[in-house]
């Protein structure tokens, strides 16, 4: 029986130093979930300044680096826009080369004129597809907005007074736009 008691003395032990133990570990754990958790504060006006002032700098300098990609980008469009109407030109300052140099031997003015006229017909047909329109000008009533008047004659018939009597230099658009403006002759 005595060995009984001894063996029981010392599971009581057992218990009561695994129990200390966990005491000793809840107490840590609680300790050191106390210092992890800090109270919530709310910031300073220093650092709500400082966060928006933050905020501000990195919005103007991302719309700042933006204009400028967009500037660059503007100029890079003007200068290559005109390289497609140029490259489609060169084919036309070829034709001419060839007939000016065809020409010191040629006797025959029927061909020459032909020539000339595939010429001016190709440019014009070139033109055309990039969107030049001729404007038809003679025989209408003058408007300010489209023509330029350089003259005013006394009008050959009474239907052509306040009309246009005769293009000068014809006036053209591109898309609907007037790029050149017509100057015409006005009977009076």
């Not at 029981?8 to 200390?20: F, K, M, R, W, Y």
């Not at 200068?79 to 031997?105: Q, Y």
């Not at 969107?131 to 004659?153: R, T």
Request: hydrophobic share 30%; net charge negative.
């Amino acid at each position: 029986m005595s060995e009984e008691k001894e063996i029981n003395e010392e599971i009581q032990n057992e218990a009561t130093s695994e129990n200390q133990d966990t005491a000793t570990e809840e107490q840590t754990t609680e300790t050191v979930a106390e210092e992890t958790v800090e109270p919530i504060t709310e910031p300073t006006q220093e650092e709500k300044y400082a966060e928006l002032n933050d905020k501000f700098l990195r919005l103007y300098s991302e719309f700042d680096n933006y204009r400028k990609r967009t500037n660059k980008e503007k100029l890079e469009l003007i200068s290559t826009a005109s390289s497609g109407v140029i490259k489609d030109l060169v084919a036309v300052l070829d034709d001419f080369e060839r007939a000016i140099s065809n020409n010191e031997n040629v006797e025959d003015t029927a061909a020459l004129k032909e020539g000339f006229n595939l010429i001016h017909n190709k440019l014009k047909g070139i033109l055309e597809t990039k969107g030049l329109k001729p404007m038809i000008s003679k025989g209408e009533v003058f408007d300010s907005e489209l023509h330029e008047a350089i003259a005013n004659i006394p009008a050959p018939s009474e239907e052509l007074k306040g009309k246009i009597v005769d293009d000068v230099e014809k006036g053209y658009y591109i898309h609907d736009k007037v790029i050149r403006y017509a100057k015409v002759v006005v009977g009076q």
